[in-house]
C-alpha cells in the first residue's frame, strides 16, 4: 500500500500569503516585546540612577568626641565653647587660626543643639550638674563631610588631585578624617531625622517631615471632598437625571474637565478660595480642596463606569422585590459598584500627590521649617519640596533631593497597590 501525500486545498499563492502574514504577525509580537523590554528598561535605569543619588540621604555621618570633665568645667555649660574647645583637643595640629577654622567645619550645623542637649540633662550621659564627668557622644558632621565620607574620599592621598577636587575638603581635614575612620571615629547610621525633620537652610538638618505631613493633609481633605460629591454626581448622572440637552451638557463639560492643565485648577484656587473667601493662604484646607477640584472629574468619570458595569439584572429584581429606585440603587447598586469607584479615587489621589502647578499658585511654595500639626497650618508637600531643594545652590540638597524623589515613589506605589488590593478584595465575577 503506497502512501499518497497530502495535498494542500489552498493554491500556492493562498500559503505564500500565508507564511506572510505569519512572518508579520511574529515581527509584530517582536515588535511588541522589544518595545515593553525598552520600556521597563527606561524604567530601571530612572529607579537605579535616583537610588544612587538619593539612597545616601536616608543615612547621615556621625563623628564620636570624648568631653572630657576639664573642657566641661571650662566651658560652664556653653556647647560652643565645649564643642569647639573638643575639636581643637581631638584633632592633632589645629593650633593655628587657620587649623582651627578647618577642624570646627568639620561640625554640623545641629552637633552644637546635640551637644546643649547633653548639657542641660535632656540625654542621659551620667553627669551631674556641677560634678561634670567625661562622656563620649556623636555629633553630626557637616555636608562636606558627609559627602567625602559616602564618596570614599577620606583615604586619598595627596597625589590623587583629580579625585581630591571633587570634595571641596582640605588635604588636612581628609587626614584629620581619615585618621578618625581608622579609630572606628566615623559612624553613618540610619538618618531618621530626614523622615521627621521640617525645612531648613542647613542640608544637615533639612527633612522631609513637613512636606510628609503637610501631603497627607492635603490628600486626606481631597479624597474625602472629591470621593463623596464625585459618587453622588456620578449617581445621579447615571441612575436619576433625565437624558436631555442639560445633563448632555454637563457629561461633556465633566469630560473636558479631565483634560485641563493643573494649573488652571491652581488660577481658580487662588481667586475663590484664597482672594474672595480669605481661607488661610499656604494650608493644607487650600491645597486639598483644589487638588479635590482637580480630581474630581477623574472621580465622576470611573465611578460612572463603575455603575454602568453593574448588571441591569441587579437592578431588576430590587425594583421587582418591592424596593424603591432611590433603595435599590444605594441597597445593591452602588455597593457593587465601589470596589471600582475606591480605585478610581485612589488613582486620582495618586496623579493629585504629584502635582506640584496648582500648589505653587495658592502659595504653598513657602518655606515652611516647622511640621503643620492642623489643616489649617502653613504646609509644603512632598512635590513642592523637591522643586524647592533641586533649586538650592547647595551640593548636599542634591542627594537629598533624589531622596525625596524616592519618598514620593513609595507613596504612588502603596496608592497603586492599595488600589489593587481593592479591586481584588471587592470584586465580584459576573
Known amino acids: 500500500m503506497t502512501n499518497t501525500p497530502i495535498r494542500s486545498p489552498l493554491s500556492a499563492s493562498a500559503v505564500a500569503g500565508l507564511k506572510k502574514r505569519y512572518r508579520s504577525e511574529s515581527l509584530y509580537r517582536r515588535l511588541g516585546l522589544g518595545a515593553i523590554c525598552a520600556s521597563l528598561g527606561f524604567l530601571a535605569f530612572l529607579l537605579a540612577s535616583i537610588l544612587q543619588q538619593g539612597g545616601g540621604a536616608f543615612f547621615k555621618t556621625e563623628i564620636r568626641f570624648d568631653i572630657t570633665a576639664e573642657a566641661q568645667m571650662d566651658a560652664e555649660g556653653d556647647a560652643f565653647i565645649l564643642l569647639r574647645t573638643t575639636l581643637r583637643n581631638s584633632l592633632q595640629g ?16 545641629d552637633a552644637e543643639e546635640q551637644l546643649q542637649a547633653i548639657l542641660n540633662g535632656t540625654q542621659s550621659t551620667g553627669a551631674t550638674p556641677g560634678d561634670p564627668m567625661p562622656f563620649s557622644i556623636w555629633l553630626s558632621a557637616s555636608d562636606e563631610v558627609d559627602f567625602a565620607v559616602k564618596s570614599g574620599l577620606v583615604n586619598l592621598m595627596e597625589t590623587d588631585a583629580q579625585n581630591i577636587g571633587q570634595t571641596r575638603l582640605t588635604t588636612t581635614q581628609l587626614n584629620w578624617l581619615a585618621k578618625l575612620e581608622s579609630d572606628g571615629e ?10 521627621t525633620n521640617g525645612d531648613s537652610r542647613d542640608a544637615e538638618r533639612a527633612g522631609l517631615g513637613g512636606a510628609i505631613m503637610g501631603s497627607l493633609f492635603t490628600l486626606m481633605l481631597c479624597f474625602v471632598t472629591s470621593f463623596f460629591v464625585g459618587v453622588m454626581a456620578a449617581v445621579y448622572l447615571e441612575e436619576f437625571a433625565p437624558k436631555n440637552l442639560f445633563t448632555a451638557f454637563l457629561e461633556v463639560n465633566i469630560n473636558n474637565l479631565a483634560s485641563v492643565p493643573s494649573i488652571i485648577f491652581g488660577l481658580l484656587g487662588l481667586a475663590i478660595f484664597l482672594n474672595m473667601f480669605g481661607m488661610p493662604r499656604s494650608s493644607s484646607l487650600v491645597g486639598g480642596m483644589v487638588l479635590a477640584l482637580m480630581t474630581l472629574p477623574t472621580v465622576i468619570i470611573a465611578s460612572r463606569v463603575s455603575l454602568q458595569s453593574v448588571p441591569p439584572s441587579i437592578r431588576e429584581a430590587a425594583l421587582a422585590l418591592g424596593a424603591t429606585r432611590i433603595q435599590a440603587v444605594f441597597h445593591h447598586v452602588v ?38 500639626s492642623s489643616v489649617l497650618d502653613p504646609a509644603a508637600a512632598l512635590p ?13 540638597f542634591a542627594e537629598k533631593t533624589s531622596g525625596a524623589i524616592l519618598v514620593l515613589i513609595l507613596f504612588l506605589i502603596l496608592m497603586n497597590g492599595a488600589a489593587i488590593m481593592l479591586r481584588k478584595k471587592f470584586e465580584k465575577k459576573w
Open 335 to 372: 455597593p457593587l459598584a465601589l470596589p471600582g469607584m475606591l480605585t478610581g479615587a485612589i488613582l486620582g489621589m495618586a496623579r493629585a500627590l504629584g502635582e506640584t502647578a496648582p500648589l505653587l499658585m495658592i502659595g504653598m511654595v513657602a518655606f515652611i521649617a516647622d511640621p503643620p
Open 186 to 195: 566615623i559612624r553613618t547610621p540610619f538618618n531618621l531625622g530626614f523622615l
Open 94 to 109: 589645629a593650633n593655628t587660626r587657620a587649623a582651627r577654622r578647618q577642624a570646627y567645619a568639620l561640625a554640623g550645623a
Open 384 to 396: 513642592v519640596q523637591v522643586f524647592l531643594w533641586s533649586d538650592s545652590p547647595e551640593r548636599a
